[in-house]
T-cell receptor, first 113, second 110 residues
Framework: DAGVIQSPRHEVTEMGQEVTLRCKPI?????LFWYRQTMMRGLELLIY????????DSGMPEDRFSAKMPNASFSTLKIQPSEPRDSAVYFC???????????FGPGTRLTVL | EDQVTQSPEALRLQEGESSSLNCSYT??????LFWYRQDPGKGPEFLFT???AGEEKEKERLKATLTKKESFLHITAPKPEDSATYLC???????????FGGGTRLMVKP
């Protein structure tokens, strides 16, 4: 199995631009999680989906952030407009069933100038 | 609100020098405690899940233990390849979210 796949691995953009991060979970996993990791705040959950349905988005920092999961094999996290404080590493993780062992992707390092 | 505190923030060991990492937590009903390893530039890699006080799990030079208030990750005779950041996370009874600690950055020198 290829594991969780994220793209792009690195993204550099300018303030005000739209950014779209992509994730393909492990096949057969029915839950997907988006996290953000910074030195100051560590690893924070932004949103998670169960069977493609958003369950809890309380971690999404503001309306500039949105996430979708149109099918079981694809999810996007969009930031519009981006700001320098959004610079972080964004991870996607997936999980199968009710056992909460989450498998993480390699992350997308976002830099907003 | 669930809280997870890991200590120390950083730990330098000589190869072969055993030690322990601590994860203290407060959670509204613990459903599980997880340990992850994270190498620079990579995503966290799952190591262990502990479900109840008194439980222990081992993998190579690592052993994780759990009490009602904390978990320890014991590293026996570490090697340089054990150098990484170790994260713990708690899962509460309320839902499916994990709350992560800040991590311990372990450096093992040959």
């Amino acid at each position: 199995d290829a594991g969780v796949i994220q793209s792009p691995r690195h993204e550099v953009t300018e303030m005000g631009q739209e950014v779209t991060l992509r994730c393909k979970p492990i096949s057969g996993h029915n839950s997907l999680f988006w996290y953000r990791q910074t030195m100051m705040r560590g690893l924070e959950l932004l949103i998670y989906f169960n069977n493609n349905v958003p369950i809890d988005d309380s971690g999404m920092p503001e309306d500039r952030f949105s996430a979708k999961m149109p099918n079981a094999s694809f999810s996007t996290l969009k930031i519009q407009p981006s700001e320098p404080r959004d610079s972080a590493v964004y991870f996607c993780a997936s999980r199968m069933g009710q056992i909460n062992e989450q498998f993480f992707g390699p992350g997308t390092r976002l830099t907003v100038l | 609100e669930d809280q997870v505190t890991q200590s120390p923030e950083a730990l330098r060991l000589q190869e072969g020098e055993s030690s322990s990492l601590n994860c203290s937590y407060t959670v509204s009903g613990l459903r599980g405690l997880f340990w992850y390893r994270q190498d620079p530039g990579k995503g966290p890699e799952f190591l262990f899940t502990l479900y109840s006080a008194g439980e222990e799990k081992e993998k190579e030079r690592l052993k994780a233990t759990l009490t009602k208030k904390e978990s320890f990750l014991h590293i026996t005779a570490p090697k340089p390849e054990d150098s990484a950041t170790y994260l713990c996370a708690v899962w509460n009874n309320a839902g499916n979210m994990l709350t992560f600690g800040g991590g311990t950055r372990l450096m093992v020198k040959p």
